[in-house]
């Protein structure tokens, strides 16, 4: 009868290791799956602001790179009056906008574009732990409407 109980309590034990290497492994991978859906939903993010803030600044008279930032930055042309983080924790220093005029022999030819560089994706794992800065810049380029306007 003794060794019936002894039996049945390493059998619980067992089972409560096994269920404990299982949970391990499966939270790890779950926390992997959240962290690259993030990273993912960032640059995907990022990606519609650049494009939003290219289709706003190739219909509307360039007049300076200010605009086009903050569209990027905080969704409006206007810089907030409060100090407002940037959209997913960016600044000024991580949008570049620049525009090519038009030249003599080729008139039409304007063209603006944005760049999106060195973004901070933050990870929730506690192995990865750290920030990850993007090797590549999330870059739009359009030519300008409004020339073809005039």
Known sequence: MRERRMKRWQQRGQSLVEATLVLFVFFGLLLGV????QVLFAQQSLVERVRG????????????????????????????????????GMTPANVQVSYRAPTAEQPDDDILTVAIVNFESHFYSPWVGRALVSPRAVTVSAPMAVAALK
Do not use: F
């Open 34 to 37: 959240v962290d690259c859906g």
């Open 53 to 88: 803030a290219v289709r706003w600044g190739v219909l509307h008279p360039y007049q300076g790179p200010d605009q086009v930032t903050n569209l990027v930055l905080y969704g409006q042309i206007d810089e907030p009056r409060q100090s407002t983080p940037g959209y997913l």
